[in-house]
């Protein structure tokens, strides 16, 4: 059960994931630690067989080699299904036989210097202690050890995926539809997804190139979002959809080329969930709108602020029995009638039938939500020894004056003029905040009460803010 120790740059083992800057803090060497300490906890509960997939990026392939090398030397079988966007890694854990969990080589929506690796184990998410535990057996070099088979899967999982997209497509009117790939994993699926769909459909950046020459693939970013605007505005089409670099994230633009952002999504689809789950849990993370959370109570749901990060929110919904979940950065989940992961092309597909079999258009819907003011996602230097206690520190002093607190995930304070939201990043040395007023003058005086609690804590402020 002993092999060589291998110790892992401090900074790549993660709550969520793993992820690195190749060559810099993330090596070949340590995809093949990563396979092997991932196929001895496998082993230890019983599994036999692991998906192994890859993104576009130009160092995915490499890694991918070096995973199944760690795999089969832990001694589990490993499944190659190719190049593909994350959630179809994840479909492959339910969709093929005796498969027991997978590995996705992905950088996600980061620069194409970064990879990285999420992970599926029995079908649940794989993370937080688990991923520490891969750091512990590495360096302790208790891996376990044996000769695995290498197998490229005789199924086509893009076919087999892409049927399960459009069979869950819920037809009805036409609808003339922009699609932006990014240059990233997606670009396959969607086009051989949209030949099939009824409708009139263009597709914008399908090739997969792991240098995003187009743009950075991240549509919770505006500025990544500027040419899928431009492109639906010219067609005339009712909507664009955005993925990220390995399609776990979506982006959403209405006719009118404006911006529908995650929580402003979820209010449409929660609708449409609880008309099928009438007092249904709807889950979304602590930097959603107000406005969501009270539409979800109006449609008859129990809404349910929980904290962000998609591995922790997908535990949750299993947990709670949630048929739908979603948190700002375009992580969205159906268990409603799916797997309960957080899938992009799935989100869309289930989009297009609400429009579909509904009154209006997605335009029509966003001018029904309230109209609220917010901060962009506000970020602020805080090392790694404060950044947790900070947030302990402003909750103890609001509780201490009588303040209305949620710590479900740091601190989120409703006060008249709204609420703000201060938390610790999982991934930075940052502090995140978050404000949303019903006006100007209420803005303000939020984010003077989050610079004061800042400021009590002795985090300096930038200039700007």
Not at 232 to 242: C, F, S
Not at 367 to 393: D, Q
Request: proline share 5%; with cysteine.
């Amino acid at each position: 059960m002993t092999a060589s120790m291998h110790q892992f740059h401090p900074t790549i083992l993660r709550e969520y994931d793993i992820r690195g800057v190749i060559d810099d803090t993330l090596f070949e060497a340590d995809a093949r630690a990563i396979g092997q300490a991932f196929a001895t906890m496998a082993r230890a509960r019983g599994a036999k067989k692991i998906a192994v997939g890859y993104d576009g990026r130009l160092s995915s392939p490499i890694m991918a080699d070096a995973v199944v090398a760690g795999l089969l030397a832990g001694g589990v079988d490993a499944v190659r299904i190719g190049m593909s966007p994350t959630p179809m890694l994840y479909f492959s854990c339910y969709h093929l036989d005796d498969v027991d969990g997978g590995i996705q080589i992905t950088g996600s929506h980061n620069p194409p210097d970064y990879n990285g690796f999420k992970m599926i184990l029995q079908k649940k998410p794989f993370f937080g202690e688990e991923i520490q535990e891969i750091g512990r057996i590495a360096a302790a070099g208790t891996f376990a050890s044996g000769t695995g088979r290498d197998m490229e899967t005789s199924v086509d999982i893009n076919a087999a995926y892409v049927e399960r997209m459009v069979g869950d497509y819920t037809p009805g009117r036409a609808l003339k539809v922009v699609w932006d790939c990014g240059n990233g994993a997606t670009g396959p699926s969607v086009e051989a997804m949209v030949a099939k769909l009824p409708g009139e459909h263009t597709v914008l950046n399908a090739p997969v190139d792991g240098t995003f020459p187009v743009h950075h693939p991240d549509p919770t970013l505006p500025e990544t979002l500027a040419q899928l605007q431009a492109a639906v505005t010219a067609a005339g089409a009712e909507l664009g959809i955005a993925f990220d670099g390995d399609g776990d994230r979506i982006g959403v633009i209405d006719g009118n080329g404006e911006v529908l952002w995650a929580d402003q999504l979820l209010v449409m689809l929660a609708q449409d969930v609880l008309k099928r789950h009438p007092g249904g849990t709807i889950i979304a993370d602590v930097k959603a709108s107000q406005v969501l959370f009270d539409a979800v109570a109006d449609a008859g749901g129990k809404p349910m602020m929980y904290c962000t990060g998609h591995s922790l929110i997908k535990a949750k919904m299993a947990e709670v029995g949630a048929p739908l979940a979603g948190e700002m950065s375009g992580h969205i989940f159906y268990a409603d009638g799916y797997f309960g992961y957080d899938d992009a092309m799935y989100v869309a597909i289930r989009t297009l039938g609400v429009l579909a079999t509904g009154q209006g258009t997605l335009a029509d819907f966003r001018l029904t939500l309230p109209v609220v003011l917010n901060t962009p996602e506000l970020r602020f230097t805080c090392s790694e020894e404060r950044k947790f206690v900070v947030p302990k520190e402003v909750h103890e002093r609001l509780v201490a004056a009588g303040a209305d607190v949620n710590a479900t995930d740091g601190v989120r304070v409703n006060t008249a003029d709204g609420w703000w939201l201060l938390r610790a990043s999982n991934t930075q040395d940052v502090l995140v905040a978050r404000c949303e007023a019903l006006n100007e003058a209420g803005l303000q005086n939020l984010k003077l009460a989050l610079a004061s609690q800042l400021a009590a804590s002795g985090v300096e402020l930038p200039e700007a803010f």
